[in-house]
């Protein structure tokens, strides 16, 4: 389209292409929020620590280790999914079973 078109049709095709920026704006975020491991990865460092300084026996930390390596499968599902690199091999935790 020419900018004489764009121009005479902004009346009416602004609202749709305002609506298509800002749809577009809303998924780039949403992509970002669940395909970011950083917060995880914080959450996974801040089990260890806790371990380490005896706020936590080993049962408990195997227990949440398993939540928190999950939650980090999930991101590298949707990782996948949307067609971004993953990183590294499969997410694996001591005594799981493979058979999913």
Do not use: C, H
Request: hydrophobic share 40%.
């Amino acid at each position: 389209m020419g900018l004489l078109t764009n121009i005479l049709l902004a009346p009416f095709l602004g609202p749709v292409w305002a609506s298509r920026w800002t749809l577009d704006k809303v998924d780039r975020v949403v992509r970002e929020e669940l395909t970011d491991d950083t917060p995880i990865k914080e959450d996974l460092m801040k089990l260890q620590m806790r371990l380490e300084m005896g706020e936590i026996d080993d049962a408990e930390y195997v227990r949440q280790e398993a939540e928190i390596m999950q939650r980090l499968r999930e991101v590298r599902e949707w990782r996948e999914k949307f067609g971004m690199s993953t990183g590294a091999g499969p997410v694996r935790v001591a005594g799981s079973d493979d058979t999913e």
